[in-house]
Each structure stands twice: as C-alpha cells, then as structure tokens.
C-alpha cells in the first residue's frame, strides 16, 4: 500500500485515540463513571436531573403536528430492522466460520444504554431506545458487509466515497488487477488486525 495512504490511516487512528480520551474527560464533567458496562451518575445529579423532566403530553407538543403524525411511519420499520438482526446474525453464525473470518460482536455495535437515562421522560425513553437499536444493527450489520466484501470482492471504487467502511483500507486499488490476482487469497484472510484488537 502506498506509504502516504498509510501515514494518513496512522494519522486517522492517532485521532480516534484522541478523540476517546476527550470521551472520558466527559464522565468527569457530567459526573458519571462507567462501572462494569453501566454508566452511573452521582446521587445529586439524579435528583437534579430528575426535576428538569418535560412530561410526555408536553414533550409531545414541542413539535408540529405533522411530525407527530410521521411516528407510526417510523415504528413501523421495527420489524424489518428486527428481522435483520436476527437474519443477519445467523449469517455470520453459518458462514463466519467457513469462510474463517471473526465473527462481529454484537453487544460492540447494539449498545442500549440511553433510553435509561435519568432526565428522559416515557415518550423520550423510548425513542431513545429505538434509534440506539435501530442504529446499533445498521452499524453491526455493516460491520459484517464489511468483512464479506473483503473476503468477496476487495477492491477500492474508482469513485471517492463520502464515507468508508472499517475494511475499505485493505481492499485493493481500482483497477489494480495484478495485485488483485497476485495477493486476493492473502488480502481475503488479513484479519490479523481484528486478532491484535481482540488480545489487546
């Protein structure tokens, strides 16, 4: 791979390592910290937040009335995202295995932690829930794209993306077609980075 292409991937992993640090900075300011997979709050910060509840009927009416009318639209996408994360999982579950590419934790992309939040109240709750559901298995389910194509197909597009998924990196050139033959067996089996994360 070209060596200013991997100098600017060092340069964007140095600022996802910066940008978690900046993360953590945040459970000092909001007075939380994170114990086990749960993130708890100081007692006095629970009860103030709990005075600055909206109530649903209130919450409700902050927005037009045709967005309100939008909601069963977008309930009704539960099922289809419901049967794709289980029609997803027993994918990777059958051909992970075969294929020898590391399955994709789900509990790493479907993170539910949101719609437990102390200052929410019922109606937010649960449009909380939704979107870190819904979310959670388009970027699980991603994730497993991801690593399909580059066991099926690594190769780059000629066209710039406007956003890349984890994998695009290892994929070949468009257009490189003797690398393409000359390393597709070794490029479809890296997943070595994966192995150092899982020890690491």
């Known amino acids: 791979m070209d060596s200013r292409v991997n100098e ?3 340069q964007i992993k140095t600022l ?4 978690m640090q900046e993360l953590k900075h945040k459970e000092e300011e909001f007075f939380y910290k994170i114990e086990g997979e749960k993130a708890k709050f100081e007692e006095k910060v ?12 209130e919450y409700l009416s902050s927005f ?10 977008i309930w009704s996408m539960i099922l289809p995202i419901f049967l ?6 027993m994918y990777q579950s059958i051909c992970f295995p075969i294929y020898e590419i ?12 949101r719609y437990n939040l102390f200052y929410l109240d019922r109606v937010e709750k649960i449009s909380c829930w939704y979107c870190e559901y819904f979310n959670g298995v388009i970027a699980y389910v991603r994730e497993m794209a991801a690593r399909t194509e580059q066991y099926w197909c690594p190769i780059k597009h000629a066209h710039s993306l406007k956003e ?3 994998r695009y990196d290892e994929f070949f050139d468009f257009g490189d077609y003797m690398r393409y033959r000359e390393e597709l067996e070794l490029r479809r089996s890296n997943f070595e980075d994966l192995q150092e ?3 690491g």
Do not use: Q, W
């Not at 794709?84 to 999982?89: G, H, K």
């Open 102 to 113: 590391p399955k994709v934790k789900r509990k790493d992309y479907v993170i539910m932690d």
């Open 8 to 10: 600017i991937i060092l």
């Open 197 to 199: 994360k899982r020890e």
């Open 46 to 57: 629970i009860k103030e937040g709990r005075l600055k509840i909206v109530n649903s009927i």
């Open 64 to 73: 037009r009335l045709a967005v309100v009318l939008t909601l069963p639209f």
């Open 84 to 89: 794709v994360d289980i029609f997803a999982s």
């Open 16 to 19: 996802e390592d910066e940008l």
């Open 164 to 166: 890349t998924h984890s």
